[in-house]
């Protein structure tokens, strides 16, 4: 196989999913490449067990779960749909296929498949560096940012965004993302009536900057104070034509009758009805190769992923000096972002959708009669626990492997006696150490305990599920049509236990290979019930929290169940540097992200996996600081 100079295959695990991108530099030079997997093992190996323990479901006469692995006839034929093999190499991996009551390659077989295929999939990944920042689409302030901004700009502590229409989670799955942040035609009636709102409760400090005096006519106090809001809101030093464009409201105004007050007020209403207000506009530069950013957009970027919000007087002061590009200025200017309470805005933000505790506030609702003791007052504590827990581990540049199991959390005193921690009082949230092994890291808080759970019963597949998607990045398929349901609740039924009858469910070969995989982890918490607490017996009789995972490892409990977390470090350290660049650039991820992942991934392992490096190297890299048109 003859390939152009820096022709490659991009492949990557989870969120890219291993997907296909062929590219090459243009310049027509050629070199040979040719893998180690690209040898006879395939035809005297691999191909051979593929056909005896796959083609059956996945080959030419049948597809289980849209899996076709016929017409891959060469070795470098994978690169036809990496995305697939990584998904094979998973499943064989984690014994998950062939499913039980199939013929079963042998442990040498398996081992032999899978080491093929990892060798392969590694060779075929991308290793040049980041050279594509992706695309960078007009990005609109979203609830959140709307909010925090009016208040960072006139000192507005009400939530007029809150009534806006909520903002729908794209690619990432965060609600910053720019390719599902719409303007529908009610969003503009909505900005409208919010400016009114804002410029009502902004404080005169902020608003009224500048005032007419014996020394100073009205129309210099107005010019100064447009251009001063003005470049703040706009993020950019205000043009003169855009100043006097406002200056011409305020005249109008005024020759209509109005005071000096409202004049101002409708001038800066327009200012907040702005595109360059209400979007985080990037100008184009000339030419059509990648460049890097202007100091005051890099500003903006920094403060809406630290902050959630605008540029304060620092970043704006160091972006007018161009020093924000200076790797030393950079640096310091994100751990002080981190320090500062505004972080905590990103905090809860991040944390709450990576981890699903948003849903504590809608779709999760435990059963108010078999559950009384989840109140609002409660479910507030759990969501904070988690926002202000994650939040430590940033600001206290902890290993990101604290997020798992760490020896502390928060707590106020119902969240305190939820637990059964004693000598708490008083509603307000405080740190406190762990004893045992009941508690520790995010995996046993009780927020993401009761969003895993249904309303009357826990669920060791939606928690199973939920681990491999957002702790380890590999999610299952989608069940299938015929999949079948469980009862609603935990009660012993024809002599069975819910167990029992969830054993019994996962026999069926259509389910068998995704409940392999989900449904052992999901055992390992059974210790908790449908809101988070700790529980030692369940329908009359003690909890069985074993599990046996589909590689056949055993383990019972939590804190076994952490151990064999910890084994798959590198999982979890590259699904949580996706995540969080994800939620940086406000886009999904695509398969050109693939070289910055790899050297986030990099940098982080050589920091010993501090929170902070993660956070550093992003606003660092390559997609985080160059656009292209």
Known sequence: MRCKKNSTFYVASGLLGAVLFYGANGHGE??????????????????????????????AKKQSGGVNLAGFDTPLSIGRDLQMWHKVLTQVHERAMPPGGKPQPTDPERETLENWLRTALNELTDTSAPSDPGRKIIHRLNRLEYNNTVRELLGVTSKPADKFPADGGGGGGFDNNADTLFLPPILMENYLEAADKVLKEATPEKLFIARPSKKRKPEVAVRLIIERLGSRAFRRPISIAETDRLMNLYNGAIKRGASFEDAVKLAIKAVLISPHFLFRIEREQPGDRPYLISDWELASRLSYFLWSSMPDGELLGLAEKKKLHNPKVLEAQVKRLIADEKFGATAQSFSEQWLHTRELYGVSQPDPGKFPQFTPALREAMANEVTQFFASIVRDDKTIFDLLNADYTFVNEDLAKHYGIKDVTGEAMRRVKLEGHQRGGILTTAAVLTVTSYPQRT?????????????????PPPPPPNAGALPPNDAVKDGLTFRQRLEAHRKDPNCA???ARMDPIGFGLENYDPIGRWREEIGGGTVDASGVLATGEKFTGVAELKEHLKQRRADFARNLTEKMLAYALGRGLEPVDVPTVRVLSKKLADSDFKAQTLMLEIAKSYPFQYRKN
């Open 30 to 59: 050629e070199k040979k490449y040719v893998p180690v997997a690209a040898n006879a093992s395939y035809d005297k190996e691999i191909r051979p067990l593929l056909d005896k323990y796959c083609d059956n479901c996945h080959g």
């Open 459 to 475: 669920s060791p597949v939606l928690r199973g599920k939920w681990v491999l998607e957002e702790i380890l990045g590999t999610p």
């Open 513 to 515: 290979g995704c409940h």
